[in-house]
C-alpha cells in the first residue's frame, strides 16, 4: 500500500542576511538569555489579535528535555514574513499571526543571533523567554534573542531527536528497552543511534497461559527511513533518550486529523500539559489541551510495565490523555472480535531484518521530485496540462522539466491529473501558509 505524504509548506520564507538558516529545514530555536528551546504544543488561545496568542501553543524547555520532545524540532519554510512550523500545525494557524525574523544586532557565542517580532496594533513586538515563558516587549535584550541551530545536518551527536523509553528501569528479557513513537517528520534510523529497528503489530494472539500477546514485526532497520505519520515500536539498547537517537529529515506529513494508524498500532502529536506561568498569575501554570489530544480509553492500550515488570499493553486512568507523540495498541481494529482485552503482552521478538519496503513514499504535490511543495509544482503541473503530450515520459512544454514526477500529480487522488489537482494544489499552499 503507497504511503502517500502531504508535505507540510508555507508561501512565505525567511529572508534574513548572514542568517544561520538559509533554506527550508528542520530547526531548534533557542533562546540566547534564558537557554532555553521553543517547544510546539498546538493549542489556541482565545483572541487572535494580541502576542499573548502564542503563550498556549508554546512551551518554552530546558536542555535536557528538549532532546526528546518532537515538538521542539520546528520547520521553518523559506520566506519572509512567517511562522514555526510542527507537529501538523504552524504558530500562525494556531495564532493568526505571523513572525517576522531578522538579523539581532550582536552575535552570541561566535554565532548570529535573531530576534523574532510580530505586530500588536501598530506596535512591532519582541518576543523573549523571560524566565517564566514566552511574552512580547519593545526592546532587545539578551532574553530576545535567539539561535537557529539546524537539526538535520551535522554530526549525529548534535542532530537529533532523543526516545525515551517507557521501561526505562527496566529492560526486556534480552537486555533492550522499548518505546513508541509517531511524529509529523520523517526520520531515519542511523547505525550507531542505539535503536535496533521501528516494529509494528499485525496480530494479536492467545498465549497457552490464556493470555494475549502482541506479535510485532519489523518493518524498518538501522539506515532505514520512517515514514511521518507512522505509529511503530522501537527496540532500543538504551534506558535513556540521549542513548536512542534518531535524525529527523523530511518530507512532513501534514498531519492534522487524529488518530493515525498503523495496522493494530495508532498514535497523535499531541496531549494535555502543563505550560508556564501567565504574567498575570506568576504562581500559577495553565494546564492545556490541544484539539488534536486524545483522550484515554478502554479500548487503548498504552504500552507499559505491569506490577511484575512484564512489558505490554495496558488501559490508562480515566479522564487522562494518550501520551504525545505516543503510539498505543487498538485491538477494536482487528478484523475478528476477541472481546474486551485489558492487557496485550509483548511477544518476544525476534531480530530478523525487514523486509525491502512496499512502495516508495510519495508527497502529493510535489511535480518536480524535490521533497518540497511550492509554487514551483505548480508551475510544473500546469505546463504539464498545458503540454502537447502530457505523457510523464516525455518533457512538458514551457521550460518544464524533462521528467516528471507522475505519480505526486493527482493532487486530490481521485484517479485524474486535471485542473481540479490544480486548484487542489493551490489550496494546499495557502491553507499551509
Same mark, same amino acid.
Given at each position: 500500500?503507497?504511503?502517500?505524504?502531504?508535505?507540510?509548506?508555507?508561501?512565505?520564507?525567511?529572508?534574513?542576511?548572514?542568517?544561520?538558516?538559509?533554506?527550508?529545514?528542520?530547526?531548534?530555536?533557542?533562546?540566547?538569555?534564558?537557554?532555553?528551546?521553543?517547544?510546539?504544543?498546538?493549542?489556541?488561545?482565545?483572541?487572535?489579535?494580541?502576542?499573548?496568542?502564542?503563550?498556549?501553543?508554546?512551551?518554552?524547555?530546558?536542555?535536557?528535555?528538549?532532546?526528546?520532545?518532537?515538538?521542539?524540532?520546528?520547520?521553518?519554510?523559506?520566506?519572509?514574513?512567517?511562522?514555526?512550523?510542527?507537529?501538523?500545525?504552524?504558530?500562525?494557524?494556531?495564532?493568526?499571526?505571523?513572525?517576522?525574523?531578522?538579523?539581532?544586532?550582536?552575535?552570541?557565542?561566535?554565532?548570529?543571533?535573531?530576534?523574532?517580532?510580530?505586530?500588536?496594533?501598530?506596535?512591532?513586538?519582541?518576543?523573549?523567554?523571560?524566565?517564566?515563558?514566552?511574552?512580547?516587549?519593545?526592546?532587545?535584550?539578551?532574553?530576545?534573542?535567539?539561535?537557529?541551530?539546524?537539526?538535520?545536518?551535522?554530526?549525529?551527536?548534535?542532530?537529533?531527536?532523543?526516545?525515551?523509553?517507557?521501561?526505562?528501569?527496566?529492560?526486556?528479557?534480552?537486555?533492550?528497552?522499548?518505546?513508541?513513537?509517531?511524529?509529523?517528520?520523517?526520520?531515519?534510523?542511523?547505525?550507531?543511534?542505539?535503536?535496533?529497528?521501528?516494529?509494528?503489530?499485525?496480530?494479536?494472539?492467545?498465549?497457552?497461559?490464556?493470555?494475549?500477546?502482541?506479535?510485532?514485526?519489523?518493518?524498518?532497520?538501522?539506515?532505514?527511513?520512517?515514514?511521518?505519520?507512522?505509529?511503530? @515500536? #522501537?527496540?532500543?539498547?538504551?534506558?535513556?533518550?540521549?542513548?536512542?537517537?534518531?535524525? /529527523? $529529515?523530511?518530507?512532513? %506529513?501534514?498531519? *492534522?486529523?487524529?488518530?493515525?494508524?498503523?495496522?493494530?498500532?495508532?498514535?497523535?502529536?499531541?496531549?494535555?500539559?502543563?505550560?508556564?506561568?501567565?504574567?498575570?498569575?506568576?504562581?500559577?501554570?495553565?494546564?492545556?489541551?490541544?484539539?488534536?489530544?486524545?483522550?484515554?480509553?478502554?479500548?487503548?492500550?498504552?504500552?507499559?510495565?505491569?506490577?511484575?515488570?512484564?512489558?505490554?499493553?495496558?488501559?490508562?486512568?480515566?479522564?487522562?490523555?494518550?501520551?504525545?507523540?505516543?503510539?498505543?495498541?487498538?485491538?477494536?481494529?482487528?478484523?475478528?472480535?476477541?472481546?474486551?482485552?485489558?492487557?496485550?503482552?509483548?511477544?518476544?521478538?525476534?531480530?530478523?531484518?525487514?523486509?525491502?519496503?512496499?512502495?516508495?513514499?510519495?508527497?502529493?504535490?510535489?511535480?518536480?521530485?524535490?521533497?518540497?511543495?511550492?509554487?514551483?509544482?505548480?508551475? @510544473? #503541473?500546469?505546463?504539464?496540462?498545458?503540454?502537447?503530450?502530457?505523457?510523464?515520459?516525455? /518533457? $512538458?512544454?514551457?521550460? %518544464?522539466?524533462? *521528467?516528471?514526477?507522475?505519480?505526486?500529480?493527482?493532487?486530490?487522488?481521485?484517479?485524474?491529473?486535471?485542473?481540479?489537482?490544480?486548484?487542489?494544489?493551490?489550496?494546499?499552499?495557502?491553507?499551509?501558509?
Amino acid at each position: 500500500m503507497k504511503r502517500f505524504i502531504t508535505a507540510i509548506v508555507c508561501l512565505m520564507a525567511v529572508v534574513v542576511a548572514g542568517a544561520q538558516f538559509t533554506q527550508p529545514g528542520f530547526y531548534r530555536v533557542h533562546n540566547v538569555g534564558s537557554d532555553r528551546y521553543i517547544c510546539i504544543k498546538g493549542t489556541k488561545y482565545n483572541k487572535t489579535s494580541n502576542p499573548d496568542a502564542f503563550w498556549p501553543c508554546i512551551k518554552m524547555l530546558n536542555d535536557s528535555a528538549q532532546i526528546s520532545d518532537a515538538g521542539s524540532i520546528v520547520y521553518i519554510p523559506e520566506m519572509g514574513q512567517t511562522s514555526l512550523c510542527a507537529q501538523g500545525v504552524s504558530t500562525f494557524s494556531l495564532t493568526g499571526l505571523f513572525l517576522e525574523i531578522d538579523t539581532a544586532t550582536v552575535r552570541e557565542g561566535g554565532k548570529p543571533t535573531y530576534v523574532a517580532k510580530t505586530q500588536y496594533g501598530t506596535f512591532p513586538c519582541i518576543f523573549r523567554d523571560y524566565g517564566n515563558g514566552l511574552t512580547a516587549g519593545f526592546l532587545e535584550k539578551p532574553e530576545s534573542r535567539w539561535w537557529v541551530e539546524p537539526v538535520n545536518a551535522g554530526s549525529i551527536d548534535t542532530s537529533f531527536l532523543g526516545i525515551k523509553p517507557v521501561n526505562e528501569a527496566v529492560a526486556d528479557a534480552n537486555g533492550f528497552y522499548w518505546a513508541t513513537f509517531c511524529c509529523d517528520f520523517t526520520f531515519v534510523l542511523p547505525e550507531e543511534g542505539g535503536i535496533v529497528g521501528a516494529y509494528t503489530v499485525k496480530e494479536i494472539t492467545t498465549g497457552e497461559d490464556g493470555l494475549y500477546y502482541a506479535q510485532a514485526v519489523k518493518v524498518y532497520g538501522q539506515g532505514d527511513t520512517v515514514p511521518a505519520a507512522t505509529p511503530v @515500536l #522501537l527496540k532500543c539498547k538504551a534506558g535513556y533518550a540521549s542513548g536512542n537517537k534518531i535524525i /529527523p $529529515a523530511v518530507p512532513i %506529513a501534514n498531519r *492534522t486529523s487524529m488518530p493515525i494508524v498503523n495496522d493494530l498500532l495508532m498514535g497523535n502529536y499531541f496531549s494535555n500539559f502543563i505550560n508556564h506561568a501567565h504574567l498575570t498569575s506568576y504562581d500559577v501554570t495553565a494546564e492545556y489541551v490541544p484539539d488534536q489530544a486524545t483522550m484515554a480509553t478502554d479500548d487503548y492500550l498504552a504500552l507499559g510495565v505491569d506490577a511484575d515488570g512484564k512489558l505490554g499493553f495496558f488501559p490508562k486512568a480515566e479522564c487522562t490523555y494518550m501520551d504525545a507523540n505516543s503510539a498505543w495498541l487498538a485491538p477494536a481494529l482487528m478484523a475478528k472480535e476477541q472481546g474486551a482485552m485489558t492487557a496485550v503482552y509483548l511477544a518476544e521478538v525476534k531480530d530478523e531484518e525487514p523486509g525491502d519496503p512496499e512502495e516508495p513514499v510519495v508527497i502529493l504535490g510535489d511535480a518536480n521530485g524535490d521533497g518540497i511543495v511550492n509554487i514551483k509544482d505548480v508551475t @510544473l #503541473l500546469i505546463n504539464y496540462l498545458m503540454s502537447e503530450n502530457n505523457d510523464a515520459e516525455e /518533457p $512538458a512544454r514551457f521550460n %518544464a522539466p524533462s *521528467t516528471v514526477n507522475a505519480a505526486a500529480l493527482d493532487v486530490n487522488e481521485d484517479g485524474i491529473v486535471n485542473i481540479k489537482d490544480v486548484t487542489a494544489l493551490i489550496n494546499l499552499l495557502l491553507a499551509s501558509a
